[in-house]
């Protein structure tokens, strides 16, 4: 990757995931020294990801009874 200019947000995309060569980190990572704008893009994918894995995230099972009625509820 070399970009002239901003990263693009699949580049920044990746980085937030880990899946950019050290080269293309170190990259990005300059840039995002000193360019609010892509900060402030990252951020937002940043919280975006977040929410996504948040909602995303399996929810515990509850434990049914042999006849598929819920012990607690008794449903």
């Known amino acids: 990757m070399d970009f002239k200019?901003?990263?693009s947000e699949e580049t920044l995309e990746?980085?937030?995931f880990g899946s950019l060569l050290d080269?293309?980190?170190e990259q990005v990572e300059?840039?995002?020294l000193v360019c609010h704008?892509?900060?402030d893009s990252a951020e937002?994918?940043?919280s975006f990801v977040q929410s996504l894995?948040?909602?995303l995230k399996p929810q515990p099972r509850t434990k049914t009874s042999v006849a598929g009625r819920d012990?607690?509820?008794g449903l």
């Open 5 to 7: 200019g901003h990263p």
């Open 14 to 16: 990746r980085y937030l």
């Open 23 to 25: 080269q293309e980190v």
């Open 30 to 32: 300059e840039h995002l």
């Open 37 to 39: 704008s892509c900060i």
């Open 44 to 46: 937002q994918l940043l």
């Open 53 to 55: 894995r948040k909602t």
């Open 71 to 73: 012990p607690v509820l």
